[in-house]
């Protein structure tokens, strides 16, 4: 990154406080980049490669949501706490505390993404540039394909899963090494995972309760509170330029994409054909150039 500046910080959000880190100043003309992450629950570590872009001279800001990474954690809160409104607001309040609601682009990788169409289908006035990236468009859709591609993984791995599912034993050693040749194949294609990688799942495990609530067990079973989720139906509110990012191999399947395609008018989408559901860290010289370019044809550059 040579010269260019580093700040972390927090930002107050009620009474707890959302960790952020800013890369370049945010006194520049160049429209700041906002990163959004996964999970839910997960931290931005593994989101770092971004960072890359602030080379151009935006500033981009990647921040641990509330109840992972180095913001606060409460491992006390139910489902009725962690909701989709909690975190578009925690977004806002960010944003404010930044100085940057006027002005900004938003990046939101898998569950980050979601996150970021809730955010732009209300039209917020400062977002010039939406980039959705290996986000479902509902969950209904997610879990349909998600069985399509464990019904894909060798025979002797499915056997392990359904047997340990039928026993109640899904964190028993032998059922996590089979659900790992699944993430192997369709989350993270660069094996063994980067540090960066590595250090979101060490956060995750320390406090999976946003993950385990929002989401369920593993990748496998959506059983938790965004079971029902979709924004398939208010899609067409989305009127800001768009950019849809997904792997060849990603859990995130074109099936589950499309309704954002079909519906966001003028949206683009580019497939990166070595990548699954981490293409920023398995083609991320590919991935920076294709962001890169959206961005700053946005802002007219």
């Not at 505390?97 to 955010?119: C, D, K, P, R, T």
């Not at 002797?156 to 790992?180: F, K, M, W």
Request: proline residues 5%; charged residues 20%; glycine residues 8%.
């Amino acid at each position: 990154m040579g010269t260019t500046s580093v700040r972390e910080g927090y930002a107050t959000f009620k009474e707890w406080r959302t960790w952020y880190r800013v890369t370049g100043s945010l006194d520049t003309d160049m429209t700041p980049l906002v990163i959004v992450h996964g999970g839910p629950g997960c931290s931005h570590d593994y989101l770092l490669a971004l960072e890359a872009l602030a080379a151009t001279g935006r500033p981009v800001i990647h921040y641990d949501q509330l109840g992972g990474g180095r913001s606060t954690l409460l491992a006390d809160r139910g489902a009725d706490f962690w909701t989709v409104d909690l975190f578009l607001a925690e977004l806002d309040n960010l944003l404010s505390v930044l100085g940057i609601s006027n002005e900004y682009h938003l990046l939101g990788q898998s569950w980050g993404g979601m996150l970021g169409a809730e955010h732009a289908i209300r039209r917020p006035s400062g977002l010039r540039g939406l980039v959705l990236s290996n986000a479902p468009a509902s969950m209904d859709l997610w879990v349909d394909e998600s069985k399509k591609l464990r019904a894909q993984l060798p025979r002797e791995t499915r056997d392990v899963l359904d047997a340990h599912e039928a026993a109640g034993t899904i964190y028993d050693e032998s059922y996590l090494a089979a659900s790992q040749v699944y993430y192997d194949e369709h989350v993270c294609r660069v094996v063994p995972n980067p540090p960066e990688v590595l250090k979101t799942i060490e956060y995750m495990a320390a406090d999976p309760t946003v993950y385990n609530t929002m989401f369920g067990p593993n990748e496998f079973f959506c059983v938790g509170s965004l079971r029902l989720w979709s924004v398939v139906e208010r899609l067409s509110q989305i009127t800001c330029p768009t950019l849809l990012l997904s792997g060849r191999f990603d859990e995130a399947t074109p099936a589950t994409i499309q309704p954002f395609f079909d519906a966001i008018d003028g949206a683009r989408w580019e497939i990166f054909e070595h990548s699954s559901h981490m293409p920023f860290v398995e083609e991320t010289e590919r991935y920076l150039e294709v962001v890169n370019e959206f961005l700053a044809e946005v802002d007219g550059h």
